[in-house]
T-cell receptor, first 111, second 115 residues
Framework: RKEVEQDPGPFNVPEGATVAFNCTYSNSASQSFFWYRQDCRKEPKLLMSVYSSGNEDGRFTAQLNRASQYISLLIRDSKLSDSATYLCVVGPGGGSYIPTFGRGTSLIVHP | ETGVTQSPTHLIKTRGQQVTLRCSSQSGHNTVSWYQQALGQGPQFIFQYYREEENGRGNFPPRFSGLQFPNYSSELNVNALELDDSALYLC??????????????FGSGTRLTVV
């Protein structure tokens, strides 16, 4: 089992749709979780951290399920500008200092 | 606040050559991590430097080596380049090796093409 797994997609949705991505992780000792956004041929940029209680930033909601070892990202009212790859990142735990990236989920929002 | 800067932005090398990529960390950050991102894949961890010492290494051969300088800038060196080394090389800086809550700040990357 890979350390961090994501469905690569692409998820192809119309503007205004709600879309959700999941990401599973294998290290139960992991302590921190993030979602990054990566535009084509650009560097990843931090979208939001994921807290145990869940957190929301505008149209974006992130949640953590420690029991099932997955995190999710929900995007409401999708915009064309949301088209990008969304990378799940699982932070260190169990003595490791190194966060691990998933391969990313591609989102395409069309008119 | 100065962000993470990488140089060069693009590079073309021939198989068997050597390459050095450079990274200046964000002001105040003492930890630099290097990642390799092949097309269609997530970033793969190469190694991390904390206060000039290697602090962890991913599954990359010894021909991938690095340095961190007293000002916390860093270099990634790759010897005996192979075609599969073609990728986007990302440098990320953070404050402290145990700074697990703030996420990484990435440079814009160096796109290496090996022909």
């Amino acid at each position: 089992r890979k350390e961090v797994e994501q469905d690569p997609g692409p998820f192809n949705v119309p503007e205004g749709a709600t879309v959700a991505f999941n990401c599973t992780y294998s290290n139960s000792a992991s302590q921190s979780f993030f979602w990054y956004r990566q535009d084509c041929r650009k560097e990843p940029k931090l979208l939001m951290s994921v807290y145990s209680s869940g957190n929301e930033d505008g149209r974006f909601t992130a949640q953590l399920n420690r029991a099932s070892q997955y995190i999710s990202l929900l995007i409401r009212d999708s915009k064309l500008s949301d088209s990008a790859t969304y990378l799940c990142v699982v932070g260190p735990g169990g003595g490791s200092y190194i966060p691990t990236f998933g391969r990313g989920t591609s989102l395409i929002v069309h008119p | 606040e100065t962000g993470v800067t990488q140089s060069p932005t693009h590079l073309i090398k021939t198989r068997g050559q050597q390459v050095t990529l450079r990274c200046s960390s964000q002001s105040g950050h003492n930890t630099v991590s290097w990642y390799q991102q092949a097309l269609g894949q997530g970033p793969q961890f190469i190694f991390q430097y904390y206060r000039e010492e290697e602090n962890g290494r991913g599954n990359f051969p010894p021909r991938f080596s690095g340095l961190q300088f007293p000002n916390y800038s860093s270099e990634l060196n790759v010897n005996a380049l192979e075609l599969d080394d073609s990728a986007l090389y990302l440098c990320a800086s953070s404050l402290g090796q145990r700074d697990t809550n703030a996420g990484y700040t990435f440079g814009s990357g160096t796109r290496l093409t090996v022909v």
